[in-house]
Nanobody
Framework: QVQLVESGGGLVQAGGSLRLSCAAS????????VGWFRQAPGKEREFVAG????????NEVDSVKGRFTISRDNAKNTAYLQMNSLKPEDTAVYYC?????????????????????WGQGTQVTVSS
């Protein structure tokens, strides 16, 4: 049974930092792309960042480029989202998701429907 568990969310002041973790089990983690998504109150869930199987290629949405960094440690079956210079508009529930990849590709999907496994989410609140 595939399980993704996010942690590291919390309340932080604007300009602060948080590091989210996504611990995976029940899958061959290194065979999956990982994506981070977020959903703010009253808004649709949106793609934030993604990373390929080996971690060599990443992709971030423009609104977080230069502030957020996605990474992974396949030996620990864990992906991370380092969030710096946080803004109130970053307030959301953050989800990690995994997409099975059967052949090497550097194309990282930003579509929810391409990711078959999801975590339960972790709340990030940025106060002004």
């Amino acid at each position: 049974q595939v399980q993704l568990v996010e942690s590291g969310g919390g309340l932080v002041q604007a300009g602060g930092s948080l590091r989210l973790s996504c611990a995976a089990s029940g899958l061959t983690f290194s065979s999956y792309h990982v994506g981070w998504f977020r959903q703010a109150p009253g808004k649709e869930r949106e793609f934030v960042a993604g990373i390929t199987r080996g971690g060599s290629v990443t992709n971030e949405v423009d609104s977080v480029k230069g502030r957020f960094t996605i990474s992974r440690d396949n030996a620990k079956n864990t992906a991370y989202l380092q969030m710096n210079s946080l803004k109130p508009e970053d307030t959301a529930v953050y989800y990690c998701a995994a997409r099975a990849i059967d052949r090497p590709t550097i194309s990282i999907s930003n579509r929810e429907s391409d990711y078959g496994s999801w975590g339960q989410g972790t709340q990030v609140t940025v106060s002004s």
